[in-house]
């Protein structure tokens, strides 16, 4: 069983979660725009800005682990959780096994949601 603990607000872990999200992701979005570390918004529903597994430990469950504890919390206050996703990013199989629907998509994003 994988066990999920926040990090403390750091630097040094704020680097460190930075280097996951290029190793998991960053290949992907490299192809398409290069490396670019901004973004954020969200009006009131729980929204996963990001959400990276080294490649070692993918497909070992950990990702379903995470996103259930996340849709757990978000059921609990009754929200919304929206996501967005590339579309050429094997997540999205993960994330439509858990209720997420598209609902939106623009040239390289699928826009998903699990309602409450």
Known sequence: MVQVVPIEKTAEQFDFALEVKRLALGPYVIEQWGWDEDSNATDGCVEIEDFYILPSYQRRGIGTEVLTGILSEAKACKATVR????K?????????????????????????EKPP
Do not use: I, K, Q
Not at 83 to 86: E, V
Not at 90 to 109: C, I, K, Q, W
């Open 83 to 86: 996501l967005r996703c590339l």
């Open 88 to 112: 050429w990013n094997p997540a999205r199989g993960l994330y439509a096994r858990n209720g997420f629907v598209a609902t939106s998509e623009d040239e390289t994003h699928l826009y998903m």
